[in-house]
């Protein structure tokens, strides 16, 4: 199935949308993994605090790359 190309200014709008819900996603997961290091002391034995890190780093990484995108889309139209 053939798809048109979208306009550069619907892919940065696009964008702008993904980006704000990684951004709650990585919110809540910041408010999840306080409460996990509340409910237990010694992190080194809590692995839900681990995984919930693991899940922060790989939501700010998603975060980037949709930044740079934008960013890239911004400066095509400069050209």
């Known amino acids: 199935m053939y798809t048109f190309p979208m306009e550069k200014d619907t892919d940065i709008e696009l964008l702008r949308a993904k980006l704000r819900k990684l951004r709650e996603k990585k919110d809540a997961i910041i408010l999840e993994k306080g409460m996990a ?15 919930l890190v693991q899940q922060e780093d790989m939501y700010s990484s998603m975060i980037v790359g949709v930044l740079k995108e934008i960013k890239r889309l911004s400066e095509k139209g400069k050209k």
Not at 37 to 51: C, F, G, I, K, V
Request: hydrophobic share 20%.
């Open 37 to 51: 290091a509340e409910d237990n002391n010694d992190l080194r034995e809590n692995s839900l605090y681990d995984y």
